[in-house]
């Protein structure tokens, strides 16, 4: 995963955005993966829980150590995150220590009716890093929408293929996602570095 070229922004709150980090085989990979089929429960937020029907794992796949296997490409995406050289990086750019912490990727596959109210990160999360597949050509402004502390939406990340962002939770990371035409899906990968255990944890 290449970070070369990023460029920060520090309102409504620090965030770094990037483009063209990921090569061909993995975007692949990302736009190919079947997520779990069934209906979805959108109630703002990711895991649709709060509707009480537990629907998470329609909307998302989080890659393990059990299904790696038939995720060649970002399994190698993963134990890029996990080398010294990659969390250290990272860590000096977000001025948070990744040292003991875990790396959780899930694919992404949001369809037409899905949004996200404002909300924050959890704690747990010491960084989220979006990066977008756009095979079906949707719309740019399906990128994620950041607001300011009154929930006032001031900027869209832009949703263009092989192009991301990243930050660290904080007070004021407000984000989300306006209800928005999707005609077919919103393909992603959602990459965090966290405190809790996942099967990938980084280097030391």
């Not at 329609?58 to 990659?86: G, M, P, V, Y």
């Not at 949001?110 to 890093?129: A, Q, R, V």
């Not at 597949?133 to 929930?151: C, F, I, R, V, W």
Request: glycine share 6%.
């Amino acid at each position: 995963m290449k970070l070369d070229n990023l460029k920060f922004a520090d309102y409504p709150f620090n965030h770094w955005e990037f483009s063209n980090s990921l090569d061909e085989l993995t975007l692949n990979e990302i736009s190919d993966t079947v997520i779990p089929e069934g209906d979805r429960a959108y109630d703002g937020t990711r895991a649709a829980d709060h509707s009480g029907k537990g629907l998470d794992g329609k909307l998302r796949l989080f890659i393990t150590k059990e299904n790696s296997r038939d995720f060649q490409n970002l399994t190698k995406l993963i134990n890029s995150l996990q080398s010294k050289d990659t969390y250290n990086k990272i860590s000096n750019i977000i001025k948070k220590d990744l040292s003991k912490s875990f790396v959780r990727l899930e694919v992404i596959g949001d369809k037409k009716g899905f949004w996200l109210k404002p909300h924050k990160d959890i704690p747990e999360k010491l960084m989220t890093m979006m990066i977008w597949a756009n095979p079906y050509n949707e719309s740019d402004q399906l990128g994620t929408d950041l607001y300011d502390s009154k929930y006032n939406l001031v900027k869209t990340i832009k949703y263009i293929h092989n192009s991301g962002y990243f930050f660290s939770s904080g007070e004021d990371t407000w984000h989300g996602l306006e209800l928005k035409e999707i005609k077919k899906e919103r393909r992603c990968i959602q990459i965090n570095y966290v405190s809790f255990k996942t099967d990938w944890p980084v280097e030391n």
